[in-house]
């Protein structure tokens, strides 16, 4: 049976009885465990004191939160104005050819999650990507390649 | 013992800054002759990664530096200030970029050290509070905002004093300030470079905001794509409690007055830069548009009276309450007071964030300061204002720089972003993405919205395939009429714009099949 980690256990309680606080509580899960399980949606739920269907609800519309575990890393490539302006399909198709993935999908070894998203603020140095946390600005096919390479690298290691 | 300083906002890095502070790190505790400073960017991207040393009050730049030269500049003499080719570019406030701008909301940007209160406060900063706390009532503090003229540079460009004036009349227990940090234009990104480059000014405008409506707690909105503006806030937060900047007593000088700040994280849903899809989603809901009236300053969050403003705009309070507002005023045209942060997005050469009095013309923005289009590109058309602004084709570059001008040729300012596409974008490509991203980023409470921008997509999908048929381009306007019509909020209501306006401007596009 699926247990609680503590860590998110402890976030369920103290955010216990406020219902206003459940994006935050989800987003504190998210970050601790990576993702947000059926047992610590329903657990949160009876802890804040709403319908498990209504934090469903919230789950389901932020594209940020997810259900299901993520990879080791993120790849976000910038799908916004400027960065299409710039050529950011090539990135995007060279990306998705290396990982063998397409967007919003996990590789098959649970390295990366690839994920299109909408601007990354670096609009001056389009075409943009994001590993993790750091952007990766002027982008172009084989430089991203290049990029996950090395990640992929340190995470054999 | 000279000052180096290095820009590591996250778009500095994004090519490389962080390499260079750590070469820059290693010859500091072999050489020990020079402290470095870590700023946020001045905007001036194609420059970066951008290291910069102080002589005798003045900057000097060494432009497009990367790690491996670190060690080869300061040997050849950065730290008197040499002139280093390729790298030496002299004075920066000489460079051509910057020249011609009047920096007065992004003054500390790329300048002084991010986060550092120290330094913030040695650049005029407190000043503001300290008159907004202990020599201005709060209508003379809403007096001065309304005498500049600043209107809101989130998108709708209400005026910033008037919507205070509403939520300083509203009785209510408890009263809210919100800073809009969502940013979610693409092609933009003045709110980030603030938060990155200068989180206390934005702390310092909301403090004065308080105390002119009677909130006592206030709430930062950033967007979950923006990490280091999100960790440089929640820093700034917490320098400025300890600081006595936030907190019971403001000042700790007797004020009484009391005002704190919580930073709290976007997740990922555009419409959530809508203030009140915001408001829900500080409350923990989904991110849904509320119907308008109430309005936030009557009827915000928690349905108390609340301030929402844009980041940009609260920035740019301390200068007003500093120099005054007739001194703010004294800037731009009609009514576009003060000045803009234009931010270049796309394809050009140099593309940065540009802060000029309102009146130039978007012709100079782009070619004076964007530098134009890369070499062998010509222009298809320009977006302003965001995924929902009109394309701007060759004729209509002329226009000047100021909300009332843009607003009269059907078109939008917004938040400033300005996207240049060329000849590499399809006008057709274009309609059907900018569409796409309506649909997958409406709320859903509108019918017209939620299910108009699903059908145009489909439609624009079949044209791309070849597979349009007799009517669709009619269709597609009568979708758009009801999107118009009756939408809650202006991302379904002007969702529309851009793709009516390249059917307009690019038939041919749209008429293979
Ligand atoms: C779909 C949509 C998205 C918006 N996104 C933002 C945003 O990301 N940031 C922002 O400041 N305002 C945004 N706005 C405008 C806000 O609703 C609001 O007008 C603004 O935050 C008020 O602040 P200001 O008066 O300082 O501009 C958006 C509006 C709409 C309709
Ligand atoms: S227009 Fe679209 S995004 Fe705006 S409230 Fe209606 S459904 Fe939501
Ligand atoms: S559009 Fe890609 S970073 Fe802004």
Known sequence: MEVLEQNVADIIARHKSRPEMALVALQEIQSTAGYISALSRSSLAIALGVPEGELQGVISFYSELRSTPPGLHRVCVCNGDSCVATGSHHIAASVETHLGVSPSQTTLDGQFSYERVYCLGNCALSPSIAIDEEVYGRCNPDGVVQQLERFQRTTDA | MRDVFLSLDSSSRSIGAREVEAALRAEQTRRNNFRLVLTGSRGAFFLEPLVEVEIDGARLGYANARAEDIAGLLDQGLLEGKDIQPFYIGKMSEIPFLRGQERITFRNCGVIEAGALDAYLKNDGGIALRRALFELDSPAIIAEVKRSGLRGRGGAAFPTGVKWQTVADTPADEKYVVANGDEGDPGTYADRMLMEGDPFALLEGMAICAKAVGAHKGF?????????????????????????????????????????????????????????????????????????????????????????????????????????????????????????????????????????????????????????????????????????????????????????????????????????????????????????YVARESCGKCAPCRLGSQRATEILDSIRKGAGKTGDLELIDDIAFAMRGSSLCALGAMAPTPVLSAIRLFPESFRKN
Request: one cysteine or more.
């Open chain 2, 220 to 436: 930062i909105y950033i967007r979950a794509e923006y990490p280091a503006a999100r960790a440089m806030m929640k820093h700034a937060v917490e320098t400025a409690r300890d600081a006595g900047f936030l907190g019971d007593d403001l000042l700790r000088m007797g004020s009484g007055f009391a005002f704190d700040v919580e930073v709290r994280s976007g997740a990922g849903a555009y419409v959530c830069g809508e203030e009140t899809a915001l408001l829900e989603s500080l409350e923990g809901k989904r991110g849904m548009v509320r119907p308008k009236p109430p309005y936030p300053a009557i009827n915000g969050l928690f349905g108390r009276p609340t301030v929402i403003n844009n980041v940009t705009t609260l920035a740019t309070i301390p200068a007003i309450l500093r120099e005054g507002g007739d001194w703010y005023a004294a800037r731009g045209v009609g009514r576009s007071k003060g000045t803009i942060a234009i931010q270049l997005a796309g394809s050009l050469r140099a593309p940065g964030l540009v802060e000029v009095p309102f009146g130039v013309t978007l012709r100079e923005v782009i070619n004076a300061y964007g530098g134009g289009l890369p070499e062998g590109r010509t222009l298809l058309a320009v977006q302003v204002g965001g995924p929902l602004g009109d394309l701007m084709t060759e004729d209509k570059l002329d226009v000047r720089i100021d909300f009332d001008a843009f607003t009269e040729i059907g078109s939008m300012l917004g938040h400033g972003g300005v996207v240049v596409y060329d000849d590499r974008t399809e006008p057709l490509q274009l309609a059907h993405r900018l569409m796409a």
